[in-house]
Every structure is written in C-alpha cells, then in structure tokens.
C-alpha cells in the first residue's frame, strides 16, 4: 500500500500571528515538504491544480520535474490535473517529458477541479464539466497509446496524422486515477478504463465516500476489468498529530476556524466526527486510518493533507516526522488484513514487468 501526502498550495495567513508566507515562500515550501515526505519514508507526493488565488501551484510539471531532480525514491503525482481546462495534447506531452525526466516516478490524478472561474479564462463553460472530462480524456488515453492519431470532437479542433512527443517512457503511460468529490459519472469513467479512482474523503461523511468507492468497484467489475475487489482506489484523508490529543486540538483549532474552505462553519468537534478528519494522538490517527478499510474495502494508496490553512513550515515538517512514525504501523496493520490477491496500486516499474511477462501458451 502507498502512502503519501497531497499539497493544494493555499497562501493563507497563519490565525496565530496574522503573518502569509509569499508566494515564493509558499512554493519554496512545498520542495522542502515533498524532500522531507522522501526523508520520512513516504511513497508519494502530490500537487493540486489551482489558477487563481490564493493558491500558487499553477504548473505542477514545472514543480514536480523540480522535485524530480530533488529526490529518489518519492513518486510524483497530482491532485488534481485539470482534464477540462487543459488541453489534453498538452497533458499527453507534459507528462510524458516528466515521466522520462523522473525515471517513472509519476502517475496523475485527473480532476474536474472546485473552482468555477476557472472555465471560462480557459475559453471553457462550467456547464460542459463532465462532457469535457470525458471527451478529453478519451482522446489523452489514445495519444499515449496510438503513435498517430486522427480525431475530431466537440471542444478542440481536430487532430490529423498527429503523434504526442516525447512518447511515453518504455512504451508505458503514466497510470492514472480519476479523483471526484462527487461525480458518479467519474467513478464511471475510471471504471470503464480500468483505471484508478481517488475519493478525495476530506469533506464528505464516510456513507458518501463508501457509495462512491462501491460504484466504482462495481462498475471496474462490469466492464470485466476483474473482481470488485482488485479496482484500484485511493483515498485522501486530513489530518493533525500532537503525542497528546488535548495538545493537538488546542493547537489546529485556530488553523481549523479559519481555514479558507471549511473555517466559520462547523465546529472542529463536528467536522471530526461527521468526516474523516482526525486530530489527536498519533494512535488515535491510526485507529481512525485503519477504520476506513471497514466502508471502502481493500485500498491501494492514502493520501494525507498536511500543509494547508496557514500551518507553518516548521508545524508540517513536525507532521511530517509523526507521519513517518506510524506509517510503517499503518503499512503492517494494512498488509495482515489484506488478501492475497488483492493487487498493488500500479508503478511503471509494475507495468514494465508484467508486460515483460511471457504470454502462457496452452496445449491444445
């Protein structure tokens, strides 16, 4: 099982001394936080996409391929890439170049995003969301795994005799999951795929998530991808760590009071116990961690929140060691609960070697 961190690269001023970082404060911030998740034993390490205020990762390539060159072991993913905004001729060359530039060490998570302004200063409607999902990434699967491909739709102009470069390292795309909030119509698409779905499972009860991962399951099963049970699912999770849990919540509640997204609304006492944010003690993180194999099954990769509403550098990066602390718990707890054949989340490494793989040959 994957375990990691997911960034969306807010700027907000820190409750407890009225002080925002700079933009480049922020960003440098983010190197130094996907540097310590590698240092800590972490798998992974994702970016959101944001184009306005006041959030700065504007181009996770250029970000990632930094890390990239940074770090050896971390993977590279996203959360999310924008699949309606973006072109999907740009998304199939981008990261390609980055898959190469990174040996392999990335995957994506492909997102409608939360932000409506956004459509129209890219030329797109709001209303077309799912459409332009599905269409576009419909022709980025073919661009990585057509060399030359001829095609028309709806929102771009059409393609002919076109090949996407650099071509995908080794013949093998970046896997992708497609990350929804609340779309069944994405955990459709990433079942007709037999690609990877991400319940972000940040902000919604568990009942919502576990209808969403069950969909999704069912559907990966339809489309004879395998058993319900081998769909490939991540989960996004939040969470805030002090050895003594009174410490914690005293701590995070000024953050969660003002957080951007959620602050002025709920209680922290509320938000705790109607979704899967966790603050308290490390054992109390992986009780909680663990318990979310009870509603969604056998999963693959847990991302977790660490950065965001004004929380300081130095608060994350003591996350980041408290993380590091119970993940090789959670990584044991999880694998003796697990069967066997329940598959790991795909790696290029992974792909490479199955299709090396001979296919059997049966006497007739």
């Not at 805030?240 to 009174?246: C, E, I, K, L, W």
């Amino acid at each position: 099982m994957q375990f990691g961190i997911f960034t969306v690269g807010d700027v907000t001023p820190d409750p407890t001394t009225g002080r925002a970082p700079s933009e480049h404060e922020r960003i440098t911030a983010m190197v130094a936080i996907a540097r310590k998740a590698e240092e800590v034993g972490l798998d992974v390490f994702a970016t959101g996409e944001h184009h306005n205020e006041p959030f700065v990762p504007s181009s996770p390539t250029t970000l990632l391929g930094y890390i990239a060159g940074q770090t050896s072991t971390l993977l590279l993913s996203t959360a999310t890439t924008l699949i309606t905004t973006n072109d999907p001729v740009k998304i199939a060359e981008d990261y390609a170049m980055l898959q190469h530039l990174s040996g392999g060490r990335v995957d994506l998570m492909l997102g409608r995003g939360n932000t409506g302004p956004v459509y129209p200063w890219f030329g797109k409607d709001i209303r077309a969301g799912i459409p332009l999902a599905i269409e576009n990434y419909a022709l980025l699967h073919r661009l990585w795994r057509e060399h030359t491909v001829d095609w028309s739709g709806k929102f771009r102009t059409p393609l002919q005799s076109f090949t996407s470069t650099p071509r995908p390292l080794d013949g093998i795309p970046p896997f992708v999951w497609h990350g929804s909030i609340r779309s069944p119509e994405i955990a459709e698409q990433a079942a007709y795929y037999g690609d990877g779905f991400f319940a972000n499972h940040i902000f919604w009860p568990p009942s919502h998530t576990q209808r969403m991962v069950e969909l999704y399951r069912e559907r990966f099963a339809h489309y004879g991808h395998g058993d319900a049970d081998r769909a490939i699912v991540g989960l996004g999770g939040q969470v805030f760590m002090r050895r003594n849990s009174q410490d914690a919540i005293a701590e995070f509640r000024p953050y969660f009071d003002n957080a951007p997204v959620y602050g002025h609304g709920p209680s922290l006492e509320e938000f705790t116990e109607q979704t899967p944010l966790t603050v308290g003690s490390p054992q109390q993180v992986i009780d909680r961690t663990l318990g979310f194999r009870e509603y969604v099954g056998d999963y693959q990769r847990q991302l977790f929140l660490l950065d965001h509403a004004g929380l300081p550098l130095k608060t994350v990066l003591e996350q980041l060691d408290l993380l590091g602390e119970i993940v090789p718990v959670l990584r044991r707890e999880f694998a003796a609960r697990r069967p066997a054949h329940v598959p790991d989340a795909p790696t290029h490494a992974s792909l490479l070697a199955a299709r090396s793989q001979p296919e059997e040959v049966t006497a007739s």
